[in-house]
């Protein structure tokens, strides 16, 4: 995990021991089924999420997640597209050497 993964977890730790009834909803929350996306849809914008924030491990992980609810390298190629166009170059190399790591290009 990564430094940022283990400082969250320690927040949210942290979180669920002071406010456990919150904690409660917000897991029964999070344990629900997406309705409303699809899992390949929900994927995308998790990964996506993820890649703009930098979470190299996170991103790796919902990166084969996305792949196996059906994410073609065509997908990927024009996802990495937009991160060029929106997030910039080195964000662009960034994620494209995730995704060279993961196998998926």
Request: hydrophobic residues 40%; neutral net charge; proline residues 5%.
């Amino acid at each position: 995990m990564s430094p940022k993964g283990e400082e969250a977890l320690k927040a949210f730790q942290k979180f669920s021991e002071e406010f456990p009834e919150d904690f409660k909803r917000f897991t029964a929350f999070a344990a629900k089924p997406y309705a409303f996306f699809d899992p390949k849809t929900r994927e995308l914008i998790i990964t996506t999420i993820l890649a703009t924030k930098g979470y190299e491990s996170e991103f790796k992980f919902h990166l084969n997640e996305l792949v196996r609810n059906g994410f073609t390298v065509e997908e990927l190629r024009n996802l990495l597209l937009l991160i060029l166009t929106y997030l910039g170059a080195p964000k662009f190399l960034q994620v494209f050497r995730w995704c060279k790591e993961e196998g998926k290009l």
